[in-house]
């Protein structure tokens, strides 16, 4: 990836609200920081421009990769882009069920899935936020 300044580094946090623009769980509140993430990755021709970026948790990242959809095997079986944070809304493509996030759409689905947003240690880390009031990040109800 290309380098990415200070400026836009900091631009890319403060949007955020220091929350991964995927899962919505606090920097504070893990323990690794978090990655400026290339929506759309370099190889698929996406560009190092803050319209291209978001912020992104380790695990978020390290699911996602390089990698711009996937399957919708529950809906139409077709490649189904992911949910992008910089042209779509969170709330239009997810809901909160408890500590479950639930997918609205074929995008939501396909992250969902890739993502394994709701893979069962992530649902246990947020129930556990919720309980102390930390989950989900206050730039959630920004949108």
Known sequence: MTYITVALRREVVNRSG???EYCRVHQRNRMFPYEIDPIIAEKHGGATVSENLCLSCYLCNGFKGSDIGSVDWVGSGTITFLFNP?????TEHFRLVDAEIEPLTPEGRVTVFLLRLNALERITERELLIEIGQYPCE???RE
Not at 86 to 90: A, P, S
């Open 18 to 20: 220091g929350c991964c």
């Open 139 to 141: 730039s959630f109800y």
């Open 86 to 90: 910089r042209q779509e809304v969170w």
